[in-house]
T-cell receptor, first 112, second 114 residues
């Protein structure tokens, strides 16, 4: 079945460091790919999405490119801030599946 | 205005009790969902509804019974609560079931079974 694999956390960085969180997926069709962020005590917020191969999603300085050849959707940010500390989830959705399949989440801690 | 709202935010109860969680969305979406997040933060789909009709029941015990009185509401009733039901339950909605539509999540209901 479909699945999403994320790098294990926690990832600890200093402010202004470069961030990469790896995400790879397995899917039978052509899924849409998402990154969601969960701040402590809150629900999930959509960070960015890409719906077809070579699409780049971007938001708030975060970027991810849908790479079909490597089945990857790695999240990057050039300069992280303390306020970016949260848990990040990679997810996929296949057409007409009526569900998101999530990775296990990666906790990011940014130190001042 | 909160787009997807769940109540209550916290629920502490004893094993064997019955409890309900309510969810409402004001986005005009057709599709609603329940997800369970366990203690390791892993998220898994439980149910999906489209226009009040059940689409997915992801091998959830029949102690869990969702109800959708209209397409803006999806409530979750749980009978005979067990220790393993302790988790955070998230309601979500999307415009429709197409894969490219993002899902909008509520803030979650933290259920603790004593």
């Amino acid at each position: 079945g479909d699945s999403v694999t994320q790098m294990e956390g926690p990832v600890t960085l200093s402010e202004e460091a470069f961030l990469t969180i790896n995400c790879t997926y397995t899917a039978t069709g052509y899924p849409s790919l998402f990154w969601y962020v969960q701040y402590p005590g809150e629900g999930l917020q959509l960070l960015l999405k890409a719906t077809k191969a070579d699409d780049k999603g971007s938001n708030k300085g975060f970027e991810a490119t849908y790479r079909k050849e490597t089945t990857s959707f790695h999240l990057e940010k050039g300069s992280v801030q303390v306020s970016d500390s949260a848990v990040y989830f990679c997810a996929l959705s296949e057409d007409s599946s009526y569900k998101l399949i999530f990775g296990s989440g990666t906790r990011l801690l940014v130190r001042p | 205005d909160t787009a997807v709202s769940q109540t209550p935010k916290y629920l502490v109860t004893q094993m064997g009790n019955d409890k309900s969680i309510k969810c409402e969305q004001n986005l005009g979406h057709d599709t609603m969902y329940w997800y369970k997040q366990d203690s390791k933060k892993f998220l898994k789909i439980m149910f999906s509804y489209n226009n009040k009709e059940l689409i997915i029941n992801e091998t959830v015990p029949n102690r869990f019974s969702p109800k959708s009185p209209d397409k803006a509401h999806l409530n979750l009733h749980i009978n005979s609560l067990e220790l393993g039901d302790s988790a955070v339950y998230f309601c979500a909605s999307s415009q429709d079931g197409r894969s490219n539509q993002p899902q909008h999540f509520g803030d979650g209901t933290r259920l603790s079974i004593l």
